[in-house]
């Protein structure tokens, strides 16, 4: 007995697929207020006053267990989705998790296992090798093309009788185009009917690029199209963790049966219903406007400078600038902003407050090309 707890931990078997994992790196952080974070895709604004009081009513109820699938919200939500021609889908049709990554994990168990395939782009967002390594499947990258863009009928034509789904990010994080409307009937019209498609639309309320795909519109068509969404970015919410799939009720409901129980906090959930009231999505979406006036402002700042920068679509920039990432955000940090690099093939940059951004073209002049 004695000798059983001196075991060393390593002697614990962990899945190859899990130990092989690359870890999901956040945004960098600081307490040093001098420093403007623009290293993680949130908002700099604080919630609405409305918004507030509903969390602090809601935390006095938290002895409970929350809504078991957050129906109301799914309700609510599915009030506003047509997908398939007939109506509004109601809740059937919503699946409500721990933000969209949560339900994107989701979607990937109830479709792909040990020897399946999933494709994506890459780069895009750096959960998918994670979320696809859980379940055993293996990830399939397809390169973006040269303006940073997915590269849809390379994608098509990596389908094989392996492939469960295909992940499709728009707009694309961290370089930020968006998929455009055609391009992607086009893609699902020549995917196989049994291999799920996933349109990641976790910025869909910053895309103002008029030939964007239509996610709902592709649903009607499409039966074997998912959509994710999220209240983190545009709504504000990131740290409430609260997003949701859009699918045909016969998909949605293998989705939720895969769920954590009572995953969504009654807090999230009540948050949730309080952005989706009119004068408060009136509102959010107004500061949606700002945030998409300033990244205009930043993006004619740098280009005036000589900086190239993909369309960009989402609350956020994308500089290519390969080895010189770590270096660049580095240097950065000592003009006072943390911005987020991809080792070896550039940095994302959050588009923040009006002073954070003036404060990041400024550094951006000052960089030598």
Same mark, same amino acid.
Request: net charge negative; aromatic share 6%; with cysteine.
């Given at each position: 007995?004695?000798?059983?707890?001196?075991?060393?931990?390593?002697?614990?078997?962990?899945?190859?697929?899990?130990?092989?994992?690359?870890?999901?790196?956040?945004?960098?952080?600081?307490?040093?207020?001098? #420093?403007?974070?623009?290293?993680?895709?949130?908002?700099?604004?604080?919630?609405?006053?409305?918004?507030?009081?509903?969390?602090?009513?809601?935390?006095?109820?938290?002895?409970?267990?929350?809504?078991?699938?957050?129906?109301?919200?799914?309700?609510?939500?599915?009030?506003?989705?047509?997908?398939?021609?007939?109506?509004?889908?109601?809740?059937?049709?919503?699946?409500?998790?721990?933000?969209?990554?949560?339900?994107?994990?989701?979607?990937?168990?109830?479709?792909?296992?040990?020897?399946?395939?999933?494709?994506?782009?890459?780069?895009?967002?750096?959960?998918?090798?994670?979320?696809?390594?859980?379940?055993?499947?293996?990830?399939?990258?397809?390169?973006?093309?040269?303006?940073?863009?997915?590269?849809?009928?390379?994608?098509?034509?990596?389908?094989?009788?392996?492939?469960?789904?295909?992940?499709?990010?728009?707009?694309?994080?961290?370089?930020?185009?968006?998929?455009?409307?055609?391009?992607?009937?086009?893609?699902?019209?020549?995917?196989?009917?049994?291999? #799920?498609?996933?349109?990641?639309?976790?910025?869909?309320?910053?895309?103002?690029?008029?030939?964007?795909?239509?996610?709902?519109?592709?649903?009607?068509?499409?039966?074997?199209?998912?959509?994710?969404?999220?209240?983190?970015?545009?709504?504000?919410?990131?740290?409430?963790?609260?997003?949701?799939?859009?699918?045909?009720?016969?998909?949605? &409901?293998?989705?939720?049966?895969?769920?954590?129980?009572?995953?969504?906090?009654?807090?999230?959930?009540?948050?949730?219903?309080?952005?989706?009231?009119?004068?408060?999505?009136?509102?959010?979406?107004?500061?949606?406007?700002?945030?998409?006036?300033?990244?205009?402002?930043?993006?004619?700042?740098?280009?005036?400078?000589?900086?190239?920068?993909?369309?960009?679509?989402?609350?956020?920039?994308?500089?290519?600038?390969?080895?010189?990432?770590?270096?660049?955000?580095?240097?950065?940090?000592?003009?006072?902003?943390?911005?987020?690099?991809?080792? &070896?093939?550039?940095?994302?940059?959050?588009? &923040?407050?009006?002073?954070?951004?003036?404060?990041?073209?400024?550094?951006?002049?000052?960089?030598?090309?």
């Amino acid at each position: 007995m004695a000798n059983s707890l001196h075991q060393p931990a390593e002697s614990v078997r962990v899945r190859d697929c899990i130990a092989a994992l690359p870890r999901y790196v956040a945004g960098a952080g600081s307490e040093d207020d001098r #420093l403007f974070k623009l290293s993680s895709n949130e908002t700099a604004f604080s919630p609405l006053p409305s918004v507030q009081q509903v969390i602090t009513d809601a935390a006095s109820s938290v002895n409970r267990y929350p809504n078991l699938t957050a129906a109301q919200v799914a309700q609510r939500l599915g009030e506003r989705f047509d997908v398939d021609g007939s109506g509004p889908v109601g809740a059937e049709g919503i699946v409500v998790s721990t933000g969209s990554v949560a339900v994107l994990q989701q979607v990937l168990s109830a479709v792909a296992g040990d020897g399946d395939e999933v494709i994506f782009a890459w780069r895009s967002f750096e959960a998918y090798p994670i979320t696809v390594g859980v379940t055993g499947a293996e990830a399939v990258t397809v390169p973006l093309t040269s303006d940073a863009r997915h590269d849809l009928p390379a994608m098509a034509a990596a389908v094989t009788d392996r492939t469960r789904a295909v992940i499709v990010c728009s707009p694309n994080n961290p370089t930020g185009p968006a998929v455009h409307h055609a391009e992607m009937r086009e893609f699902l019209a020549d995917v196989p009917h049994d291999v #799920l498609v996933i349109l990641d639309e976790a910025y869909v309320e910053f895309v103002r690029d008029q030939e964007v795909a239509d996610g709902e519109e592709l649903l009607r068509e499409f039966p074997n199209l998912v959509l994710l969404r999220t209240f983190s970015k545009a709504y504000g919410l990131a740290g409430l963790r609260i997003g949701y799939a859009v699918a045909r009720p016969e998909i949605a &409901g293998p989705l939720r049966t895969v769920s954590t129980p009572f995953g969504v906090s009654s807090i999230g959930q009540a948050a949730a219903l309080a952005s989706l009231e009119k004068d408060a999505e009136s509102q959010l979406l107004e500061r949606v406007e700002q945030v998409v006036a300033e990244r205009d402002r930043v993006v004619t700042a740098i280009k005036a400078a000589g900086w190239k920068v993909p369309d960009a679509q989402g609350n956020f920039i994308w500089l290519d600038l390969g080895e010189r990432a770590l270096e660049f955000s580095r240097a950065a940090q000592q003009a006072g902003i943390m911005v987020r690099p991809f080792a &070896g093939d550039g940095v994302r940059v959050t588009i &923040g407050e009006p002073e954070a951004n003036s404060v990041f073209i400024d550094f951006l002049k000052s960089v030598n090309l």
